[in-house]
């Protein structure tokens, strides 16, 4: 069973940075696209980024393009999300999510979800 942890969030500034980490557990991690979403207080959970199990493609959502960078580092089976020029409308709390192989930008694909950490920026 795959467990996800994540670490990282917090409170900070508008303009400030935070990165995000997620610690993969349980099968391949190499096996599986990793990515985040986020869902803010009464709004639907959304898209942020995911990159597949290869290959050098990752993918943002447009609210965050050019702001925030998903890595992966194999050797520790752990998924960051750099996270940069932070703005108010990012406070939302963000999950760290799972599945094999291909990244997609559907929640619904998604079958390991973490247990989400809180990212709140101040005006």
């Known amino acids: 069973q795959v467990q996800l942890v994540e670490s990282g969030g917090g409170l900070v500034q508008a303009g400030g940075s935070l990165r995000l980490s997620c610690v993969f557990s349980?099968?391949?991690?190499?096996?599986?696209?990793m990515g985040w979403f986020r869902q803010a207080p009464g709004k639907e959970r959304e898209f942020v980024a995911a990159?597949?199990?290869?290959?050098?493609?990752?993918y943002y959502a447009d609210s965050v393009k050019g702001r925030f960078t998903l890595s992966r580092d194999n050797a520790k089976n752990t998924v960051y999300l750099e996270m940069n020029s932070l703005k108010p409308e990012d406070t939302a709390v963000y999950y760290c999510?799972?599945?094999?192989?291909?990244?997609?930008?559907?929640?619904?694909?998604?079958?390991?979800w973490g247990q989400g950490t809180q990212v709140t920026v101040s005006s």
């Open positions: 999510v799972a599945r094999l192989f291909l990244a997609t930008m559907n929640s619904e694909d998604y079958n390991y």
């Open positions: 349980g099968r391949t991690y190499s096996n599986y696209a």
């Open positions: 990159h597949a199990f290869t290959g050098p493609n990752t």
